[in-house]
C-alpha cells in the first residue's frame, strides 16, 4: 500500500487522515470517555470494595459483595436474592411479550389510519410520557383502589403497571415496520391458502422483524431496571433487583454491593441481548 | 392435471363494490368458459382490479355472485378457493429463497415433501427457472420474478389463474417476450386465465376474449378482433387504437355527417350519434364516389412500417390517416371511408 494517498485532488498522508478523523470524531469519544467509560470503570471498582460500619466505602478488593449477591450472607447460604434476580428477568421477559402482543394490534390500527388520524392516535400514545412515571403509577393505585382493591398491592398490579409504562415504546418501533408492509405479499400469502396465522408467520413478522427486534429491546432492558411500579404497585411483596439496587444506595447505604448488583444487572442484560440476536438470528428474526 | 376439474367456468354475475362514495363496479357480469385466456382491459380506475381481487377473495363484493361450475367462490374465503394470481409487483416473500416461494402454497396445505419437489421442479421447468432454487428473490432480475410470480401460482394447479397487470413491471421489449410465453403457458396448462391490463396491444397479444371495461361497467366483450375492428361506444373505439370519431344523423338516405352523407352496414338506432373509423381504413383513391370525400393534407410522419397522416376535409373536420407512404402537405386527395369499416357506435 502507498503511504500516500490522493484525496479531494490533494496528497495527504495516511497520518494527516487519522489526525482528521481523530479530531472530527473528539467530542463523540470525549463524551462517551467521561460520562459512559469512566462511570462504569469507576462502577466496576466499586463493586469490589466493601462497606464499612458507618456505611463509608472501604477501598480493598473483596469478592464478598458477589458472595453475598450468591447468598452467602453473615447468616449463611440463603437464595433470596437469586430469587430477585431470576423474577426480575421472569417478570421483565412477561412485560416484554405482553406488551409485543398488544402493540402489534396497536401498530396496525394506527398505521390503517388515514396519515391526519395516524398523528392524533400517535401523539395521544405520547401523551402518558409528559407525566412522570411516578405520578403515573400512583394513578394506578387510584385505579385499582377503586376498581378492584383485591388486586393491589401485587404482582397482577405490578405487570399491568409495567406493561403499561412500557407499552409506547414497544409501539412505536413496531409502528414504523407495520407502516412500511408491502400488503401485497400479505395478499399473496392469503391466495396461497396460508391460514390466519400463517398470514402473520410468513406475510407480516417477516417484513416488521426489523420493528420487532427494536421493540423486544426498549422493553426487555427498562422492563429489567424497573423499581418505582413494583415498590408502588407490589407493596413489599414483588421485590425486583431495581428496589434492591435502590435500597443500597438509599436506605441501606451499601454503595460496594449495589455497584456489584448494578453491575451483575448489565451484565445479564448484556448476555440476554447477545443470546436475543443469535436466536432471532437462527429464526430469521432480524 | 385433472382436466376436467380445470376446465371449470367462471361466471361473474351482478357484482357491484363501493368505496365510500364511489361506486367501482356496477353490477358486473362476466362469463368465462374453461380454458379461455381473457382479458379485462381498461384504464386505470375502471375498477378491473377491484374486480379480480374479488375473484381472488381479496376484496369484498357489496352484492352479486361469483361462481366457478358449481361453486360460489364469494361465500369461501381467500385461502380456500381454487384460484390462485399473480401479483403486480410480484409479490415473493422476502425471507424465502426461489424453491421455498414456488412451494409455499404446497406446503401450508401441507403436501407430502415428495410431491411438493416434483411439482415444484416441473413448475420451474416449465418457466425455464432450472438451477435457481436456491436463489433469494432479490438477486433475481425482473423477468426471472415474474417467472417466480407465475411458478409460485401455477404450482397449486389453480382452476383460475389471475394475473394483475404482471407485465407493467418490465421493460418494453422483454414485454413482448412475456406475452407470447404466456399465451404459451395456458394453452399448455389449460386452465382458465384472467389477465388485468391497460394495455391494448397485450390485451390483444395473449387473450381469446377481451372486456372493456369503463367506469365500473363492461362497455364490450369479444374477441380481440372483433372489439377492435367493430367497437360499439365511442370510449372502446378510442381506447383501443386510434380512431377517427364523426359526428352523424341518421337520414332516410343514409348517415349525415358533415363530410357528406355514408352508406353503413349497421343502420343507427339512434337519430342523432356517432360514426367510427380507424385511420388505416380509410382508403387512398383515384375519383370521387360513394362513401368518398375530398381533403387535403396537413402533416405527414414517417414511422418506418407506416406513415401517419393528418388530413382535414373542406368543412375542416380533421381525420387520421395511416398509410405506407407519405403524402406531401398541402396535396389534395380523394378518401374513401369503406362502409363496411365504417362503424356505427352505439354511445
Not at chain 1, 460520562?35 to 471498582?45: E, G, R, V, Y
Not at chain 1, 448494578?262 to 432480524?286: K, P
Not at chain 2, 391490463?197 to 371495461?213: L, P, Y
Not at chain 2, 352496414?265 to 337519430?271: D, E, H, I, K, Q
Amino acid at each position: 500500500m502507498p503511504d500516500r494517498l490522493v484525496s479531494h485532488g490533494q496528497l495527504v498522508t495516511r497520518r494527516r487522515l487519522l489526525w482528521r478523523g481523530a479530531a472530527t470524531s473528539s467530542p463523540g469519544v470525549l463524551w462517551l470517555l467521561v460520562f459512559l467509560a469512566i462511570p462504569c470503570l469507576l462502577l466496576l471498582a466499586l463493586a469490589f470494595a466493601s462497606r464499612g460500619s458507618y456505611g463509608q466505602i472501604i477501598w480493598s478488593p473483596t469478592w464478598r459483595n458477589f458472595r453475598k449477591l450468591a447468598g452467602y450472607g453473615v447468616f449463611g447460604w440463603s437464595a433470596d436474592y437469586l430469587w430477585i434476580l431470576a423474577r426480575t428477568v421472569w417478570l421483565a421477559l412477561l412485560t416484554t411479550i405482553l406488551c409485543i402482543l398488544l402493540a402489534y394490534p396497536i401498530a396496525f390500527f394506527v398505521a390503517r389510519r388515514s396519515p391526519r388520524w395516524r398523528n392524533f392516535w400517535l401523539v395521544l400514545l405520547m401523551i402518558p410520557f409528559c407525566t412522570n412515571l411516578v405520578i403515573r403509577t400512583y394513578g394506578w393505585q387510584l385505579v385499582f383502589s377503586i376498581l378492584s382493591p383485591n388486586l393491589y398491592p401485587g404482582a397482577i398490579a405490578v405487570i399491568i403497571g409495567m406493561v403499561s409504562s412500557n407499552l409506547s415504546f414497544a409501539v412505536l418501533p413496531l409502528y414504523t415496520s407495520v407502516e412500511r408492509i408491502d400488503w401485497s405479499i400479505v395478499d399473496a400469502a392469503e391466495d396461497l391458502y396460508a391460514s390466519r396465522w400463517s398470514v402473520f408467520r410468513h406475510g407480516i413478522l417477516p417484513q416488521t422483524r426489523p420493528g420487532l427486534v427494536v421493540a423486544v429491546i426498549v422493553t426487555f432492558i427498562p422492563a429489567l431496571g424497573t423499581f418505582v411500579v413494583p415498590d408502588l404497585l407490589g407493596g413489599s411483596k414483588t421485590m425486583l433487583i431495581g428496589n434492591l439496587i435502590q435500597q443500597q444506595f438509599g436506605a441501606s447505604r451499601d454503595f460496594p454491593f449495589g455497584a456489584a448488583l448494578s453491575f451483575t444487572l448489565m451484565l445479564a442484560t448484556l448476555i440476554a441481548l447477545g443470546i436475543y440476536q443469535r436466536r432471532a438470528g437462527e429464526a430469521g428474526l432480524v | 392435471m385433472e382436466g376436467t376439474s380445470l376446465q371449470r367456468p367462471l361466471v361473474v354475475a351482478g357484482v357491484s363494490k363501493r368505496f365510500a362514495a364511489q361506486r367501482v363496479l356496477d353490477r358486473v357480469d362476466v362469463a368465462i368458459a374453461g380454458g379461455e385466456f381473457v382479458t379485462l382491459l381498461g384504464p386505470s380506475g375502471c375498477g378491473k382490479t377491484t374486480l379480480l381481487r374479488i375473484i381472488a377473495g381479496l376484496e369484498i363484493a357489496d352484492e352479486g355472485s361469483v361462481r366457478l361450475g358449481e361453486t360460489e367462490l364469494l361465500d369461501l374465503p381467500a385461502n380456500s378457493r381454487p384460484v390462485n394470481t399473480v401479483f403486480q409487483n410480484f409479490a415473493l416473500f422476502p425471507h424465502l429463497n426461489v424453491g421455498d416461494n414456488i412451494a409455499f402454497g404446497l406446503r401450508i396445505r401441507k403436501f407430502p415433501e415428495k410431491q411438493v419437489a416434483e411439482r415444484v421442479t416441473r413448475a420451474m421447468e416449465m418457466l425455464r427457472l432450472d438451477g435457481l432454487s436456491e436463489r433469494r428473490t432479490t438477486q433475481l432480475s425482473g423477468g426471472q420474478k415474474q417467472r417466480v410470480a407465475l411458478a409460485r401460482a401455477i404450482v397449486n394447479e389453480p382452476a383460475v389463474l389471475l394475473l394483475d397487470e404482471p407485465m407493467s413491471a418490465l421493460d418494453a421489449k422483454l414485454r413482448a417476450e412475456v406475452q407470447l410465453e404466456l399465451r404459451h403457458l395456458q394453452k399448455r396448462l389449460g386452465c382458465t386465465f384472467l389477465l388485468v391490463t391497460h394495455d391494448q396491444e397485450e390485451a390483444m397479444t395473449v387473450s381469446d376474449r377481451i372486456f372493456v371495461m369503463n367506469r365500473g361497467t363492461i362497455e364490450q366483450e369479444g374477441p380481440p378482433q372483433e372489439v377492435y375492428e367493430h367497437p360499439r361506444t365511442r370510449f372502446v373505439a378510442e381506447f383501443l387504437g386510434a380512431a377517427n370519431i364523426i359526428p352523424a344523423t341518421r337520414t332516410e338516405k343514409g348517415v349525415r355527417t358533415p363530410l357528406g352523407l355514408f352508406d353503413t352496414t349497421r343502420v343507427p338506432a339512434w337519430s342523432q350519434g356517432n360514426l367510427a373509423i380507424r385511420p388505416e381504413r380509410l382508403r387512398l383513391v383515384d375519383a370521387p364516389g360513394a362513401n368518398r370525400i375530398q381533403a387535403t393534407v396537413d402533416e405527414s410522419i414517417y414511422r418506418g412500417d407506416h406513415c401517419d397522416i393528418t388530413i382535414h376535409a373542406p368543412d375542416s373536420t380533421r381525420l387520421r390517416l395511416k398509410q405506407r407512404d407519405l403524402l406531401a402537405p398541402g396535396q389534395q386527395i380523394h378518401i374513401e371511408l369503406p362502409r363496411e369499416h365504417l362503424e356505427v357506435l352505439d354511445a
